[in-house]
């Protein structure tokens, strides 16, 4: 099978590549970028262009300068390779700076969009009926001069050479990412590359499903499966995967009830896990033994750590009640790639968060061959492909995505009534580039982020629309939407101390009331002052009250196909005893990228008037944040 190679340059988007190319039916791989490539590893590679195997190779973006002492590099001899190379941001850089010429590290990171005017001659651009298109961005240095014989195929107003081309040996040099989805024609740019290469189409989920088929048979043999299963789609997708490998009847499916589950979610999960023919299923209830563990822990990595050790002791407890020996058994998990990446599990990828399914205890039992994990190489797309090809129960597929630790991850705790720092000086700065147009306030809680693909706890800012304010009628909002896009994008590019930009809905609701406060930390009379607050009952009934308000929203008002997930909030953020929600709905594909969802106006004032009705909420936010720089789930 003829392959394209992706080289990986520490990037958590190296995969993502990969994705679009299969997609388009192009098989595609992936190596390590290696420091010392010498001309043994160089001829290995000639061998298998002359061969007709290898068709085109990827530079990848990562989150290294080229000045850096510790960055991964190329020979020149490399781009004289008789084959199609692409190169894309980092890439471009290190292809321009190892012929030889100059990279620029800007004052300021570029992240989201800019308009990109197009050589309509060059072969990357073949059949792009415009002139300008929108392309992502994300990126810290800039080429300021092109190596010898390159042309400039596409320039933006702050990027004069944003890409570049030597169209004799087909090598292509990018500064935007043609690999996401938010760049215009993406779809079109990537089959260019694929056309340029001459290259087969001859990969599809269907020969994935078939390979994995086999391969599962292989792994697994004569043994037996021990598998948590939720009832989410990434769960059942992976039990029908074995069961279709193995047979129901050598899996053993447990549904582990956290207590951090959606309102009633055990008796809904075993309904609709028994009416799919999930066979064996054991329900156990561990509400108290987790919430025990967690009763006095407010950091999220610790978090997470407490959960999967529980999960694991319940493995074991389970083993040994059952006589599970390692020998006969494997334990089955459903991880899906965006996980893998994230959690900094492939060679050169940095960590962003750690998944349940990633943690140290879990690695060591992966190294010596003991886990399962048919999706660990799927995007959350792709997972629901295969669910269509294995022909599951439909009504599950329509579920959104819900994190394995549950609304732990949703209920933001606090060990200090106070922040640690202060941050007017900040604000002063960020008002004075709202222009009067906002009114911003950084609050003391802080979710993780992604930063040139490293993790990053930050603060958000919550904007306000003063009152009164001709923004705030009905009848002009909508096209609203957009400029709040701009106003998020533009504070993250421009604030690092700022991960998250957060629209305040309060005075949406009730533009008719103006309360007063001489307090300094409020703003339209809410108080933004930080509570303690840990994981108890009460709050995670609260929440579970308010995330039910949405689900019930999403169905009544057609929205659940229209929104690809809306992570529900509760963070310890208002006056005494109050707290406050962030609803965070977004629109992705796959889960690496995301933009938020703009909800109809009419819905979403009858949404925000139902969830303040309950008297605990001091106010609700609206996330306008885009992955990246922000994650999907805030912790």
Known sequence: MQKLLVIDYWSQYTHLITSRFRHLGVYTEIVPALDDLNEKDLEKLREEINSWILKWIILSWGPNSVYDEDTLTLPKSFFELEVPILAICYGHQLTHHVNWWEIEWWDSEEYWEANLKIDKNSKLFKDIESDEIVVWMSHWDSVIKMAENFAVIWTTEDCEFGATSLEEKNIYT??????????????????????????????????FLEF???????????????????????????????????????????????????LDEAIKVEKSLKTAWVKNLQIIDAKKEFLKDLEWVSEPEIKRKIIWDKFIEIQARISKELWLNTKDWLLGQWTIYPDTIESGWTKNAKTIKTHHNRVPEIQKMIDAGLIVEPLNMLYKDEVRTIWRLLWIWDELIDRHPFPGPGLSLRILCNEEDKAEENYNYQEEEINWFLWFEFEG?????????????????????????????????????????????????????????????????????????????????????????????????????????????????????????????????????????????????????????ATFSKIEIKDLKELVQEILKNPKIETVFYDLTGKPPGTIEWE
């Open 441 to 593: 306030k950084i609050l003391e809680v802080k979710s993780v982020w992604v930063q040139w693909d490293n993790r990053s706890y930050k603060h958000p800012l919550s904007i306000s629309i003063p009152l009164p304010s001709p923004l705030l009628r009905w009848e002009g909002i909508e096209s609203f939407w957009e400029e709040l896009s701009e106003v998020s994008t533009s504070i993250t590019n421009n604030f690092s101390s700022v991960n998250r930009v957060l629209l305040n809905l309060w005075n949406i609701v009730e533009t008719s009331i103006y309360r007063v406060s001489e307090n300094k930390d409020a703003i339209n009379g809410h108080l933004y002052s930080l509570q303690k607050w840990y994981l108890t009952d009460d709050r995670i009934s609260l929440l579970q009250e308010i995330d039910d308000i949405v689900e019930k929203f999403l169905i009544e008002k057609d929205y659940r196909n229209k929104i690809w997930q809306f992570p529900v909030v509760l963070i310890p953020i208002g006056s005494e005893w109050k707290e406050s929600i962030v609803l965070r709905p977004i629109d992705t594909i796959d889960a690496m990228t």
């Open 174 to 207: 990018l500064q935007f990412h043609p690999e996401v989805s938010h760049t215009q024609n993406w779809i079109k740019i990537l089959e260019n590359f694929a056309e340029i290469c001459e290259i087969k189409k001859e990969w599809s989920m269907e020969k």
């Open 212 to 262: 994995e088929l086999e391969e599962l048979k292989k792994q697994i043999w004569t043994k037996n499966v021990f598998l948590f299963i939720s009832g989410w789609v990434d769960s059942t997708v992976a039990y029908f995967l074995i069961n279709k490998a193995i047979g129901a009847d050598r899996i053993y499916p447990v549904f582990v009830d956290t207590g951090f589950m959606r």
